[in-house]
């Protein structure tokens, strides 16, 4: 997700540079630096998009990391999935340092990262936010300002189980189909003429119907956070057992070798589970 971003911005005329931690992943337009702190300084902004909370911490406050060179009044915003209450921890950090800080996840997946119309949820100062609202205009079609540190972050794990849940149905619900003799393909008619049709549904339709799950978002980052959800849950005494169950489903997927395909391939543990032959 971050390349795209980058290219984006890039590509707006923006000034840009660039780090990650695996190389070989350059951005036109770009310029490339050797470490995080070098990327960082200098700069009004710092943009931040990786994989999970460890990965964060360690670009922030790990050796050569971007903390330890970025500039007073410096905006720092994380768009990567990671745990709320860590976000919160690293703002306080931050400000500790005089930056401010925003967690502003992005759904949308990697076609709308392309097309720079993805949907931005962020928790932080609304100055702040209108800050890098010049850099915000090129990469999405919608902001929501969910509220303080941390809430656009939890915002995000609420808006994934959804993803989740709707998606898990969706399986059940054909793989029932099937087993009594109707085709996905009048199934998916069906959805999308009526009042259950969806974006998922109707995002996932062509994978499902074409056995493609090459991965537009890896099984194993759902996974993870299904992960960051239950861990959110039980810090906030919220119990979700239907979460639970699905989680089972992911690690079953996990242990197939699943973890590098969409998640949209735990239809076929679905369907396997239905005594369904593969197609």
Avoid at 162 to 167: A, D, L, Q, R, T
Wanted: net charge neutral.
């Amino acid at each position: 997700m971050g390349r795209p971003m980058a290219m984006n911005l890039a590509k707006a005329g923006h000034e840009v540079t660039v780090w990650n931690r695996t190389s070989g992943k350059d951005v036109p337009g770009a310029t490339t630096a050797a470490t995080a702190a070098e990327a960082v300084k200098g700069k009004e902004a710092v943009w931040i998009c990786v994989s999970d909370t460890k990965s964060v911490e360690q670009v922030l406050f790990g050796p050569q990391g971007a903390a330890s060179a970025l500039e007073k009044g410096t905006v720092v915003v994380d768009s990567s999935t990671i745990s709320p209450s860590s976000s919160v921890a690293f703002a306080k950090k931050l400000r500790e340092q005089g930056c401010d800080y925003l967690d502003a996840p992005v759904t949308g997946s990697k076609v709308a990262a392309e097309a720079g119309t993805l949907i931005f949820m962020i928790g932080g100062n609304a100055a702040t936010i209108e800050r890098v609202q010049p850099l915000l205009k090129n990469m999405a079609k919608h902001v929501i300002h969910m509220g303080d540190n941390g809430k656009g972050l939890s915002a995000k794990l609420a808006q994934n189980m959804n993803i989740v849940f709707i998606y898990e149905g969706l399986c059940e619900s054909l793989t029932l189909a099937k087993k009594l003799g109707v085709a996905p393909e009048k199934m998916f008619e069906l959805i999308s003429a009526s009042m259950i049709r969806s974006g998922v549904a109707e995002y996932k339709q062509p994978f499902i119907l074409n056995r493609d799950y090459s991965p537009n978002f890896p099984l194993r980052l759902m996974h993870k956070d299904i992960h960051l959800m239950l861990d959110a849950a039980k810090e906030n005494g919220v119990d979700l057992p239907g979460l639970t169950k699905i989680d089972e489903i992911y690690e079953e997927a996990k242990r197939r070798g699943m973890g590098d395909l969409d998640y949209a391939a735990t239809i076929t543990l679905i369907e396997e589970r239905a005594g369904l032959k593969k197609d």
